[in-house]
């Protein structure tokens, strides 16, 4: 049987970008897609002449589904086409503005990035580590991880970077899963004005990965630390007495770049395979082409590097166009909650891309407080990570964008390593709540069980149906789990996203939610998306996650997680009614959520997205499994709690 998803969610209005950011943008040429169509290999093989190579590709694709080499015989260095080759034309341009906690900076010149990449990497090989080494980067957000990240690619060595936020286990549970023998980390960073320790934290996940064989310590908190004898080395003695010119190694283009472990946000993380010669070219052109990068933009990714989007646009894509960077180290509410905006005030960013976990959180703090501050260097605005609600894509247009700056949906996943459905901001008009259109080259579709195209509006499977340059190559030693996740659906040369979606008349895509969470109602699949979009935009509710509960009679009744404006006081209990019909009235009596169920905060990632598999055990009282990558896991208890006194 077919099954594909119902969409329920009414139309919404349409935005323009304005007429000069149309005339000076980068691409602005609307038969582009179709030009990228007709030829999709010249497509990107005109793209990879952005990229210097030390020498030319025999081919530009190798397909063999689900395998594809990009590029193959052609050699390249990442390092080289982020540092050196800016340092040729403009060694004294501003690479990396770096934001502290404490409110203390840096900034490195791409000459002074570039003589710090390659004396760290002079390091690391005097320490042992040879091309294809696995590095594990346990680092915050601070220089040295940027350099760590760029010196292993300098040297061939391909880099794991693992959240520092995440635990003990988790880090040793990534070290091992790569094999990786080589780990850099610090003493200890701050958080909120905590001091955390670092250390004592790798060194106790490191216990359980005895292969590990030098650990790399940078001082960044000034914290008295145990040395392990042997086995740890401080970062500064490492780049001491080595000089500034480690020749970047010349890479295959199909020689591993990183692994990136995904989010975990459905089940055990995959260690997502990324190779070299693709992955720069992709990353490349869509930091050019949708962030619109010019030579005095200056652009604040917000990701922390230990997610693909501090991989792709805080680091690779951004620096590989020789872009101007801004990296903070911190929290957006410490000292307080204008801390964002007082740092696009104080370097006046221009290019500002963020998650809607942080959107839906501003709006709820109030307008009062971006407010207070100077936003009009802004000029482009991006979103990734979860759909962005319309409710918070307005405000995000209104409050902080001033109804002038675009803003960019960007769809992708950790596997597909660039983004693959945006706007392109000097083209496409927008519609709040979809990521409009495929990025062209990019063949996306919605599918129904047997692989047949979806009517027009309804919802179903997410797919990819051609190979693009930085597709993920494998999972992580195990080969196998990459054919069955992502390849097995309808066939090898089909890629299954995990998510639903739907398909406009004007050709945009809409992200239902992901499809392991797809609601059956009375006969009729809803995802979560909607649902959660039509609840946050009534004017009381700040954010929503809706779930399914198993039931008799219906299949499933829907259970909805609700999180007030702060502004709302005591009245709110007595808004269930009214939010019950509040989602009738937009979307329909079929999406009527059965309970509403008040919280303070959801499961989240450490990336801020709802947890999904973690809500759906709370809401059926199953077994809630592995939290440790849970940004609060009091949570889950609190919830439990006062979804077990609903009955
Ligand atoms: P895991 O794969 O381990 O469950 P994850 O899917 O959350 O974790 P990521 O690769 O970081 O890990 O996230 C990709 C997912 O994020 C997408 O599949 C999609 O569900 C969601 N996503 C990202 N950007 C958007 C967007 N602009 N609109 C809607 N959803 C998005
Ligand atoms: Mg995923």
Same mark, same amino acid.
Request: glycine share 8%.
């Given at each position: 049987m077919t099954e594909t998803i119902e969409s329920l969610l009414k139309e919404q209005q349409e935005f323009q970008p304005p007429e000069d950011f149309v005339k000076n943008a980068n691409m602005n040429d609307p038969h582009i897609y179709e030009k990228a169509e007709a030829d999709i290999e010249g497509f990107w093989e005109g793209l990879a002449e952005n990229i210097d190579w030390f020498k030319k590709w025999d081919t530009v694709l190798d397909w063999q589904p689900p395998h594809a080499k990009w590029f193959n015989g052609g050699k390249l260095n990442a390092s080289y086409n982020c540092l050196d080759r800016h340092v040729l034309k403009h060694g004294d341009k501003t690479a990396l503005i770096w934001e502290g906690e404490m409110e203390n900076s840096e900034t490195y010149t791409y000459k002074e990035l570039r003589d710090a990449t390659a004396r760290f990497a002079a390091g690391l090989k005097e320490l042992g580590v040879k091309k294809g080494d696995v590095v594990t980067i346990y680092l915050p957000m601070i220089p040295e991880a940027v350099i760590a990240m760029l010196a292993c690619a300098r040297i061939g060595a391909p880099h794991s970077v693992? *959240?520092?936020?995440?635990?003990?286990?988790?880090?040793?549970? &990534?070290?091992?899963?790569?094999?990786? &023998? *080589?780990?850099?980390?610090?003493?200890?960073?701050?958080?909120?004005?905590?001091?955390?320790?670092?250390?004592?934290?790798? $060194?106790?996940?490191?216990?359980?990965?005895?292969?590990?064989?030098?650990?790399?310590?940078?001082?960044?908190?000034?914290?008295?630390?145990?040395?392990?004898?042997?086995?740890?080395? @401080?970062?500064?003695?490492v780049i001491h007495n080595m000089d500034s010119e480690c020749e970047p190694e010349p890479m295959d283009s199909e020689d591993i770049l990183f692994i990136m472990y995904t989010s975990g946000t459905t089940g055990r993380p995959k260690g997502v395979v990324h190779t070299t010669g693709g992955y720069m070219v992709g990353t490349h052109v869509t930091s050019n082409w949708i962030f619109d990068l010019k030579d005095d933009d200056i652009f604040w990714c917000t990701a922390d590097i230990g997610w693909i989007t501090g991989h792709s646009y805080l680091v690779y894509g951004?620096?590989? !166009?020789?872009?101007?960077?801004?990296?903070?180290?911190?929290?957006?509410?410490?000292? $307080?909650? %204008?801390?964002?905006?007082?740092?696009?005030?104080?370097?006046?960013?221009?290019?500002?891309?963020?998650? #809607?976990?942080?959107?839906?959180?501003?709006?709820?703090?109030?307008?009062?407080?971006?407010?207070? /501050?100077?936003?009009?260097?802004?000029?482009?605005?991006?979103?990734?990570?979860?759909?962005? !609600?319309?409710?918070? @894509?307005?405000? /995000?247009?209104?409050? =902080?964008?001033?109804?002038?700056? #675009? =803003?960019?949906?960007?769809?992708?996943?950790?596997?597909?390593?660039?983004?693959?459905?945006?706007?392109?901001? %000097?083209?496409?008009?927008?519609?709040?709540?979809?990521?409009? &259109?495929? *990025?062209?080259?990019?063949?996306?579709?919605?599918?129904?069980?047997?692989?047949?195209?979806?009517?027009?509006?309804?919802?179903?499977?997410?797919?990819?149906?051609?190979? @693009? #340059?930085?597709?993920? &190559?494998?999972? !992580?030693?195990?080969e196998q789990r990459f054919i069955d996740t992502y390849w097995s659906k309808w066939g090898t040369d089909t890629y299954l996203a995990g998510d639903g979606a739907r398909k406009d008349e004007d050709g945009n895509f809409w992200i239902l939610g992901r499809l392991d969470d797809v609601i059956k109602v009375s006969g009729h699949r809803l995802g979560t998306m909607e649902i959660e979009s039509a609840l946050v935009s009534h004017p009381s509710v700040a954010?929503?996650?809706?779930?399914?509960?198993?039931?008799?009679?219906?299949?499933?009744?829907?259970?909805?997680?609700?999180?007030?404006?702060?502004?709302?006081?005591?009245?709110?209990?007595?808004l269930e009614d009214e939010l019950k019909q509040h989602v009738v009235d937009e979307i329909g009596p079929i999406a009527r959520p059965k309970k509403i169920i008040f919280t303070e905060e959801l499961p989240k990632t450490r990336s801020g997205k709802i947890m999904r598999r973690v809500l759906k055990a709370i809401t059926n009282g199953t077994e809630i499994g592995d939290i440790s990558t849970l940004q609060d896991p009091a949570v889950v208890e609190d919830l439990k709690r006062k979804v077990n006194e609903i009955g």
């Amino acid at each position: 049987m077919t099954e594909t998803i119902e969409s329920l969610l009414k139309e919404q209005q349409e935005f323009q970008p304005p007429e000069d950011f149309v005339k000076n943008a980068n691409m602005n040429d609307p038969h582009i897609y179709e030009k990228a169509e007709a030829d999709i290999e010249g497509f990107w093989e005109g793209l990879a002449e952005n990229i210097d190579w030390f020498k030319k590709w025999d081919t530009v694709l190798d397909w063999q589904p689900p395998h594809a080499k990009w590029f193959n015989g052609g050699k390249l260095n990442a390092s080289y086409n982020c540092l050196d080759r800016h340092v040729l034309k403009h060694g004294d341009k501003t690479a990396l503005i770096w934001e502290g906690e404490m409110e203390n900076s840096e900034t490195y010149t791409y000459k002074e990035l570039r003589d710090a990449t390659a004396r760290f990497a002079a390091g690391l090989k005097e320490l042992g580590v040879k091309k294809g080494d696995v590095v594990t980067i346990y680092l915050p957000m601070i220089p040295e991880a940027v350099i760590a990240m760029l010196a292993c690619a300098r040297i061939g060595a391909p880099h794991s970077v693992v *959240f520092a936020g995440f635990s003990s286990e988790a880090l040793a549970q &990534r070290v091992e899963d790569a094999h990786s &023998r *080589f780990v850099i980390t610090c003493n200890g960073y701050f958080h909120k004005g905590n001091l955390i320790q670092q250390k004592e934290r790798a $060194d106790k996940g490191l216990e359980n990965a005895p292969a590990v064989e030098k650990v790399i310590v940078v001082d960044h908190a000034a914290n008295v630390i145990p040395m392990k004898k042997e086995r740890d080395v @401080w970062w500064n003695d490492v780049i001491h007495n080595m000089d500034s010119e480690c020749e970047p190694e010349p890479m295959d283009s199909e020689d591993i770049l990183f692994i990136m472990y995904t989010s975990g946000t459905t089940g055990r993380p995959k260690g997502v395979v990324h190779t070299t010669g693709g992955y720069m070219v992709g990353t490349h052109v869509t930091s050019n082409w949708i962030f619109d990068l010019k030579d005095d933009d200056i652009f604040w990714c917000t990701a922390d590097i230990g997610w693909i989007t501090g991989h792709s646009y805080l680091v690779y894509g951004p620096l590989s !166009n020789g872009a101007t960077i801004v990296m903070h180290e911190g929290a957006p509410d410490y000292p $307080d909650k %204008g801390r964002f905006w007082d740092i696009v005030e104080k370097y006046g960013v221009t290019i500002f891309y963020t998650a #809607p976990t942080a959107i839906r959180t501003f709006m709820k703090w109030g307008d009062e407080i971006p407010e207070k /501050y100077d936003l009009s260097s802004l000029r482009l605005l991006g979103s990734v990570g979860e759909p962005i !609600n319309p409710k918070a @894509w307005l405000w /995000y247009y209104e409050i =902080i964008g001033k109804s002038k700056c #675009p =803003i960019v949906d960007t769809w992708w996943q950790t596997e597909t390593g660039m983004i693959m459905i945006s706007p392109l901001p %000097g083209i496409t008009t927008m519609k709040p709540g979809t990521a409009t &259109r495929p *990025f062209p080259g990019i063949k996306a579709n919605i599918l129904d069980d047997e692989g047949n195209e979806v009517p027009m509006g309804s919802g179903g499977y997410l797919a990819l149906q051609n190979p @693009w #340059p930085s597709m993920i &190559r494998t999972i !992580n030693g195990d080969e196998q789990r990459f054919i069955d996740t992502y390849w097995s659906k309808w066939g090898t040369d089909t890629y299954l996203a995990g998510d639903g979606a739907r398909k406009d008349e004007d050709g945009n895509f809409w992200i239902l939610g992901r499809l392991d969470d797809v609601i059956k109602v009375s006969g009729h699949r809803l995802g979560t998306m909607e649902i959660e979009s039509a609840l946050v935009s009534h004017p009381s509710v700040a954010e929503a996650a809706v779930d399914g509960k198993v039931d008799e009679i219906k299949g499933e009744v829907i259970y909805a997680y609700v999180i007030l404006d702060s502004s709302c006081g005591d009245s709110c209990s007595l808004l269930e009614d009214e939010l019950k019909q509040h989602v009738v009235d937009e979307i329909g009596p079929i999406a009527r959520p059965k309970k509403i169920i008040f919280t303070e905060e959801l499961p989240k990632t450490r990336s801020g997205k709802i947890m999904r598999r973690v809500l759906k055990a709370i809401t059926n009282g199953t077994e809630i499994g592995d939290i440790s990558t849970l940004q609060d896991p009091a949570v889950v208890e609190d919830l439990k709690r006062k979804v077990n006194e609903i009955g």
